[in-house]
C-alpha cells in the first residue's frame, strides 16, 4: 500500500512566462487569472494537485522584476514570500524570450534559497527546435536545475508528464487539504479575481493597474444561486467614467463576462452586482483585498 506523499511546490519566474496558465493546467480548473498584460497576478494563489496516494500544493507567485511603485514592490515581496514558503521550486521561463536581463537577474536571486530547483520551458509550441535546443543548452549550462522540463501549458503538452513525476517526488507526509479541494483561497478573493481578470482583458493600457476589485456579499440564496456585490475601486475620478463607460457599456460588458466566469468556476448560477467607487489609497488595503 502506497503512503500518503505531501510537498509544496513555487512556481516562479518573470512576468508573463505562463505561471498562472500553468497553475490552472495542473490543478485541472481555473484558479488564477490570465491575461496577455504583465503583472496581472499581484498575490500568491495555491493550488492542489492529487493522484491516489500524492498531494502537491502549487504556490503561484506574481512575476519577479525589478519593481519601480509602491503596487510593484508589493507585488514583488508577495512573490518572494510565497518562494520562502517552499520545499521545491519550479521555475516557468517562456521560451520565445530566453535567458533576458530578468531571468539572470531572477536566478541570482535563487543563489540563496534553500529550494531543489526545477526549470519548465513554456511556450515551445511557438519556437523553433533549433531555438529550443540552444536554449536548452543555456540551461543545462547553468547547472543549477536538477530537471528541465519543455511544456506548453496553454495547449497542455507535457505537462501531465511533468506533474507525474512531481507526484513521485513528493516527500512522505500528511495530507493538508481534502482530495476534492482545488485551492484554498476564499470564494470572495476567488470572485473578486475573476472580475479584475476582465478589468485586465477589457481595459487598455495603464488603467488595469490602478484599479482594484473587493466582494462585499457572497451569499447563496434559496434557489442555491450566488448573490455577489463587488466595488472596483479606481484612484482617479477621471477613471471612474471609463470603467462605467458610454451609458454603462463597459461595466455591462466587465460584469457579464465575469459573471459566466463565476457560474463556471461555482458551478452554479450567479447574480453579479458591481460598484465603481473613487479611492486614491486602496494600495494600502491591497493586503485586504488579497486574502478578502
Not at 97 to 116: A, P, V
Request: hydrophobic share 40%; proline share 3%; glycine share 6%.
Amino acid at each position: 500500500m502506497q503512503q500518503h506523499k505531501f510537498g509544496t511546490i513555487a512556481i516562479i519566474g518573470c512576468p508573463n512566462a505562463g505561471k498562472s496558465t500553468l497553475l490552472n493546467n495542473l490543478v485541472g480548473s481555473k484558479i488564477s487569472i490570465v491575461s496577455p498584460k504583465v503583472q496581472t497576478t499581484r498575490s500568491i494563489i495555491r493550488g492542489i494537485a492529487c493522484n491516489d496516494y500524492s498531494q502537491i500544493l502549487f504556490i503561484d507567485t506574481p512575476g519577479i522584476f525589478a519593481p519601480k511603485r509602491d503596487l510593484e514592490r508589493k507585488i514583488v515581496r508577495t512573490a518572494w514570500s510565497g518562494v520562502r514558503s517552499a520545499e521545491f521550486g519550479l521555475v516557468v521561463i517562456d521560451a520565445t524570450t530566453g535567458l533576458n536581463d530578468e531571468f539572470n537577474e531572477l536566478i541570482k536571486r535563487m543563489d540563496n534559497k534553500d529550494l531543489t530547483l526545477y526549470i519548465a520551458i513554456n511556450k515551445i509550441d511557438i519556437v523553433t527546435q533549433t531555438k529550443l535546443n540552444d536554449l536548452t543548452s543555456q540551461i543545462e549550462n547553468l547547472n543549477i536545475f536538477k530537471k528541465i522540463y519543455k511544456i506548453s501549458a496553454l495547449n497542455n503538452k507535457n505537462t501531465q508528464a511533468m506533474l507525474g513525476e512531481f507526484f513521485e517526488m513528493m516527500p512522505e507526509g500528511e495530507w493538508q487539504f481534502e482530495e476534492d479541494e482545488l485551492t484554498d483561497a476564499p470564494s470572495k478573493f476567488i470572485a473578486a479575481e475573476a472580475t479584475r481578470e476582465q478589468i485586465f482583458l477589457l481595459l487598455e493600457q495603464e488603467l488595469p493597474y490602478s484599479c482594484g476589485v473587493e466582494t462585499e456579499q457572497f451569499e447563496e440564496q434559496e434557489d442555491g444561486s450566488l448573490k455577489i456585490n463587488q466595488i472596483i475601486y479606481v484612484m482617479k475620478d477621471s477613471h471612474k467614467p471609463i470603467v462605467i463607460g458610454n451609458k454603462g457599456s463597459m461595466i455591462k460588458k466587465i460584469g457579464t463576462r465575469a459573471r459566466m466566469q463565476l457560474s463556471k468556476i461555482f458551478e452554479r448560477s450567479v447574480h453579479l452586482y458591481l460598484f465603481v467607487k473613487v479611492k486614491d489609497d486602496w494600495l494600502n488595503d491591497m493586503d485586504e483585498l488579497m486574502i478578502s
